[in-house]
Nanobody, 124 residues
Framework: QVQLVESGGGLVQAGGSLRLSCAAS????????MGWFRQAPGKEREFVAA????????YYADSVKGRFTISRNNAENTMYLQMNSLKPEDTAVYYC?????????????????WGQGTQVTVSA
């Protein structure tokens, strides 16, 4: 019902920057908020950042606070994650997610739709 298409992943050196994009299509009128999660090899998928679609309230994991910025373009139904000062520990597959309702933004079950994931690799 809602499709999410991600782009912008790639290989970057430590200290560099990347911008991830997530384009939403379908019945996007039901989307209340969107977020980014990441999963490193052998680890659980973890919360990175989230944003409410109408109010634009933002939320960040402590590990990325001050380095990553989440934003959205409501007219284009697109969400962005600007990642600066990247570290090797940021290496992971990054997933875009959308929720019809957000009570606990860090909880994976809160999200109803997921993108395919995009690989971010940060070299030393």
């Amino acid at each position: 019902q809602v499709q999410l298409v991600e782009s912008g992943g790639g290989l970057v050196q430590a200290g560099g920057s990347l911008r991830l994009s997530c384009a939403a299509s379908g019945r996007t009128g039901s989307v209340y908020g969107m977020g980014w999660f990441r999963q490193a090899p052998g680890k659980e998928r973890e919360f990175v950042a989230a944003i409410t679609w109408s109010g634009g309230s933002t939320y960040y994991a402590d590990s990325v606070k001050g380095r990553f910025t989440i934003s959205r373009n409501n007219a284009e139904n697109t969400m962005y994650l600007q990642m600066n000062s990247l570290k090797p520990e940021d290496t992971a597959v990054y997933y875009c997610a959308a929720a019809n309702e957000l009570v606990l933004v860090t909880a994976k079950p809160q999200y109803d739709y997921w993108g395919q994931g995009t690989q971010v690799t940060v070299s030393a």
